[in-house]
């Protein structure tokens, strides 16, 4: 009698959980954790592939293609899990992977909300082997109560099964986080599409790998070719790249972003200046035994041309300062400068991108500026002396000495004659030096403006283009 109770009992147990199986679904509503995110969207774009598969048979399909596609490769992601394990073989990766989902998602003990989602339901231990970069075991003390793991629900440890297809390699992996739309269905586009394309043509190996190996050069292609794709869109974005491992004992996490105010700059230039920019990043990497070659503008080691494959994942000196939010426009001034002999066609356009996305300067700043370079340049034209203003404002590194500099072409500019002062009292202080605004790029910018008057005018004098434009001192005193 006791006997055929517990198997009734046993039989309810196993109905039911039959049950939860059968009815548990996954929604996708981002939860703001990027890793999870990242395999929601793969499993939303797969689970659209297959429309007749249940989630299970999806776990068993993903698992197939991890164990016998990718010979279960995802060390980098998974410690000691039923893929990763060593003591398990073939097809037994693929079934304890099966027993361990169906045991999360049936699961009827320890009701809680979930770390990542915040569900109220029946939650499991996330530790290294279902998720990434958590501590558990013997390091508890990450939890916010010592719970033995990251507590986490059904529908987010089914994701986190599924970012691999969402994933580049570069070195380390890689997940894009997006703001936008836009930037998650061009990541989707870029990792899952290509690897079910890649499954079904057969030659899906492992975690798609990228050419970079340099996540900060990675980034702004990405966002380059973001802008590309979408270029009739007007996209505000924020870009995050995470460059992580979880593997073994050198778990690592770096974390690169483009604030929106870059992104608006990035996506201004590349629709309207895009060759200028490539010109002026591409002059800024740091390619070891290769020099620069000023008449061609490019890159050569003993005579031969660097291609991208050379230069691809080289510091970038542009790229670093936009993502550790320095200033990049004393390199635009040094860029003009070398301009000014060429003949192709240069404007500050771009300079005026930056000056009005990212440092903030009004259109009042930006035209005041303008305006006392076009009167300065008139009269370095009238007195024929051009290279004796510029040493005065490209030699003043301190901002006395661009003041000082300022008011004796201001003193130079009544004592010919000019009817127009160069600068009122009113605009020095309310637009020209406005409180906040760091005065070297004041200067900066009105070298650029008078580097590109020179250019348009075609002048003939002699400026040595390679002489160092004094770098202004980052402290913002009293102008
Ligand atoms: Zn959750």
């Known amino acids: 009698m006791e006997e055929q109770m517990n198997f009734e009992f046993k039989d309810e147990e196993f109905e039911k959980k039959k049950r939860m199986l059968e009815n548990f679904k996954v929604t996708f509503e981002e939860t703001g954790d990027p890793f ?94 279902v998720s990434c970069l958590v501590g558990s075991g013997t390091f508890v003390n990450f939890h916010h109560s010592h719970e033995a793991g990251l507590m986490i629900c059904p529908q987010c440890a089914v994701k986190y099964f599924f970012l691999p297809f969402g994933l580049l390699s570069m070195g380390n992996l890689t997940i894009l986080q997006s703001t936008t739309n836009y930037g998650t269905e061009f990541w989707k586009m870029k990792t899952v599409k290509t690897n079910l394309d890649k499954i079904s043509r057969g030659t899906s190996e492992g975690i798609l790998k990228s050419d970079f190996k340099n996540p900060k050069n990675a980034l702004f292609k990405l966002a380059s070719e973001l802008i590309n794709i979408f270029a009739n869109k007007e996209i505000s974005e924020n870009l995050t790249l995470y460059h992580f491992t979880n593997f073994a004992a050198s778990v690592d996490c770096n974390i690169y972003s483009i604030p929106n105010p870059v992104f608006n700059f990035l996506s201004r230039v590349l629709k309207i200046k895009a060759r200028q920019w490539f010109d002026f990043t591409y002059r800024y990497y740091h390619i070891s035994k290769s020099k620069w070659n000023e008449k061609t503008n490019q890159w050569e080691i003993k005579d031969k041309i660097v291609t991208e494959d050379d230069y691809r994942n080289c510091r970038n000196e542009i790229f670093n300062k936009l993502l550790e939010g320095r200033s990049i426009l004393s390199n635009m001034t040094s860029y003009y400068k070398k301009q000014i002999k060429k003949t192709k066609g240069i404007d500050s356009s771009m300079a005026v991108y930056y000056a009005k996305e990212v440092i903030k300067m009004t259109s009042e700043q930006i035209n005041l500026i303008k305006s006392i370079g076009n009167k300065i340049f008139d009269l370095m034209k009238e007195e024929d002396a051009f290279k004796k203003y510029l040493v005065k404002l490209e030699g003043a590194s301190k901002a006395y000495q661009l003041r000082s500099a300022l008011i004796n072409i201001i003193k130079k500019n009544y004592s010919v004659g000019n009817e127009e002062t160069i600068v009122t009292l009113d605009e020095w202080v309310t637009y020209l030096f406005p409180d906040g605004q760091y005065w070297g790029e004041v200067r900066d910018l009105l070298l650029i403006f008078l580097y590109e008057k020179m250019h348009e005018n075609d002048m003939k004098i002699e400026v040595d283009v390679n002489e160092q434009i004094d770098e202004t001192e980052e402290n913002n005193e009293e102008i």
């Open 36 to 129: 999870v995110d990242a395999g929601g969207m793969a499993l939303e774009y797969i689970s659209k592939q297959f429309p007749e598969k249940t989630i299970m048979e999806l776990i068993e399909w993903a698992a197939k293609v991890y164990v016998v596609k990718w010979n279960a490769k995802l060390n980098a992601l998974f410690l000691n899990s039923p893929i990763t394990q060593t003591s398990k073989k073939g097809n037994q990766k693929i079934l304890s992977t099966i027993e361990m989902f169906k045991e999360i998602i049936t699961k009827s003990s320890n009701l809680g909300f979930c770390r990542y989602c915040g569900n109220k339901t029946y939650l499991s231990k996330a530790g290294r082997d």
